[in-house]
Structure formats: C-alpha cells, structure tokens
C-alpha cells in the first residue's frame, strides 16, 4: 500500500485551506443537500435548494410538504421520487429533535448511509471523517492505498491508515484532486503533483475508473 500520511501531507500543502462543495450551512438544511446529492454533481443540488429551502424554510415546513410539489423542486437532481420520499421523512423524524452526532445515530435516519453521516460528521461536527464519494474512491485505488470498490472496506482502510486529525482534510483534499487533476477518463498525470507517489501515473490505471 502506499503512503497515505505522506500524500495526505501533500494534498493539503496543495489545497485550499477551506473546501466545501456544497453552499447550505445550517446543519439540517445541509443534510438534506447531502441527502440530494446522490448521484448528481453538488453544482446540480446547488442550483435546487435555494427555491427548495425558500418554499420550506423550516423542517416542520417540510415535514408538511406534499411529495409531488418536492419532486418538482428537486427533479433536476435525478432519482426525485425517493429523494423527496427520504427528505420529507427526515424532516418528519427530527422536527422537534436534534440530529444525531454519530454515526449509528445518522444512518438510522431515512435515506442518510455512510457517505451522508461522515459528510455531517466532518463538515458540521468538525468530527474524523472518511467520506468514500466516486472522486475519493478513484483517487485512492490509483495511489495504491487500497484495492477495493467497496466503500465501506475503503472507508475503514483508510481509517487505518490516517490519524484521526488527518482523516476528514484528507477527505476533502482527495475529493477535490479527483475532481481537478486525477479525472476520470483523461487523468492530468503529466505534471501531477503525486506523480512520483502513483503506481498509476502514465496512464497505467488499474480497473475500471468510475
């Protein structure tokens, strides 16, 4: 396996102090945008929220909300049906009640798995995070930190591998080099910062990209 202090070391000398990629701030609302953001981009929820949250601004709002009118809101985000099946469930489960700080707790609420709960864990918490997304899982099989699609066996390797403070930096500073240099189809390997760490540079990339 490779050297994943080392890396992690590096990607955030590289990145941007601060890295977030979705605008909503309040703890709920940004739950729910976690929520929206499977399978889309966090640019396509962006867009969705504002009129979304504007039309119900509070999670009673929403718990009330008829399922057909969020669909419509959200539709762009794809897969709306169940989408606005699990957020009006949400809102219904914690109106009156604080969300949950760990993970047990998180992943029992509708539509929030793994990748959601750490997203909240890491963002609103400030908690260690392993955030296991498309970008993050692709970058760490070229670096030869792990070998499996699984994302929960990803999460836990990397766990294993980083300290805690380390983890949900690493996290973000990852998913960001997915997203700007290590591509999916046409990684920038020429140039690439983490060329001489990458058993993948120069086009050898192992398995299947996505």
């Known amino acids: 396996m490779g050297n994943a202090i080392e890396i992690a070391e590096r990607l955030d000398r ?18 729910v945008c976690v929520v929206l953001s499977a399978q889309t981009s966090d640019q396509t929820v962006n867009s969705v929220v504002p009129e979304l949250f504007g039309r119900y601004p509070t999670r009673h709002d929403l718990a009330h909300a008829e399922q057909t009118d969020v669909e419509r809101l959200i539709h762009a985000t794809g897969f709306f049906h169940t989408k606005a099946k699990h957020i009006i469930a949400l809102a219904r489960e914690l109106e009156g009640k604080e969300i949950p700080t760990t993970l047990a707790g998180l992943t029992r ?17 400030g908690r260690p995070a392993i955030i296991v997304d498309t970008h993050f899982g692709r970058v760490v099989r070229r670096l030869g930190l792990v070998d499996s699609r699984d994302p929960e066996v990803v999460e836990v390797e990397l766990k294993r591998q ?32 983490l060329r001489d760490l990458c058993p993948s540079r120069g086009g050898q990339i192992p398995g299947p990209t996505k």
Request: proline share 10%; net charge positive; aromatic share 10%.
């Open 109 to 125: 609420l509708p539509g929030v798995g793994r990748k959601t709960a750490n997203c909240y864990l890491g963002d609103v918490l």
């Open 162 to 193: 980083l300290p805690e403070t380390m983890q949900y930096r690493f996290s973000m500073t990852a998913n960001l080099f997915g997203r700007t240099t290590c591509h999916a189809k046409k990684p920038l390997c020429d140039g690439c910062p």
């Open 14 to 31: 590289l990145s941007p102090p601060t890295i977030r990629f979705l605008s909503e701030r309040e703890p709920f609302r940004f739950l």
